[in-house]
């Protein structure tokens, strides 16, 4: 079966800090993919980035940054010098290729920067 | 753009009424999704369909069902609603291959 766990139900921080949100998946595949959305108080979730079960290298998108570690099963997202409109609620997602190519999502992690 | 709309953005039904909560994509995507969302409870799949007159339960199908009818539309009906359907409600599309889901702007249902 495959799971994915948010650990952090919720963050606070304080603007210009840096803030790690937290993903560990579970699969016996191995060829999987990860996603992480983004869901603002309008409530559409946003696509932010795909990875492969192949691609372990760490991407970087302006504040945004992502580290894949197979050996952990996590795949970590960071925002650096967090903003006011980065408040929002981070959901990490698992699909598996070649299954019915439904994501599954964790809880989601809701993030408050404050001014 | 890809757009997903999603008909209601706030929809107030009462105990037993049969409601349609319906989604339609522009983008000509195979596949479309109904997820309901709970606090504590991240996303959860209602339903998936393929394709036209395609279906196939999610994790938490019982008290829903769907209707696909054309492409682009994706249906999901509560039969006989109930007050533990009391959610917000997101509607998906995506294409076969594996690539992003998009999704609508949810629908917040209150049954009373």
């Known amino acids: 079966a495959q799971k994915v766990t948010q650990a952090q139900t919720e963050i606070s921080v304080v603007e210009k800090e840096d803030v790690t949100l937290d993903c560990v998946y579970e699969?016996?595949?191995?060829?999987?993919?990860l996603f992480w959305y983004k869901q603002p108080p309008s409530g559409e979730l946003v696509f932010l980035i795909r990875?492969?079960?192949?691609?372990?290298q760490n991407e970087i998108s302006g504040r945004y940054s992502w580290n894949f570690q197979k050996s952990t099963s996590s795949f970590n997202f960071t925002i650096t010098a967090s903003q006011v409109v980065d408040s929002a609620v981070y959901f990490c997602?698992?699909?598996?290729?070649?299954?019915?190519?439904?994501?599954?999502f964790g809880k989601g992690t809701k993030l408050t920067v404050n001014p | 753009d890809v757009k997903v709309t999603q008909s209601s953005r706030y929809l107030v039904k009462r105990t037993g009424e049969k409601v349609f909560l319906e989604c339609v994509q522009d983008?000509?995507?195979?596949?479309m999704f109904w997820y309901r969302q709970d606090p504590g409870l991240g996303l959860r799949l209602i339903y998936f369909?393929?394709?036209?007159?395609?279906?196939e339960k999610g994790d938490i199908p019982e008290g829903y069902s769907v209707s696909r009818e054309k492409k682009e539309r994706f249906s999901l009906i509560l039969e006989s609603a109930s007050t533990n359907q009391t959610s917000m409600y997101l509607c998906?599309?995506?294409?076969?291959?594996?690539?992003?889901?998009?999704f609508g702007q949810g629908t917040r249902l209150t049954v009373v």
């Open positions: 998906a599309s995506s294409l076969p291959t594996v690539t992003e889901a998009f």
């Open positions: 699969t016996r595949d191995t060829t999987y993919y």
């Open positions: 990875r492969n079960s192949f691609d372990e």
């Open positions: 997602a698992l699909l598996i290729q070649g299954g019915s190519e439904k994501l599954v």
């Open positions: 983008m000509d995507h195979e596949n």
């Open positions: 369909s393929y394709d036209v007159k395609m279906k």
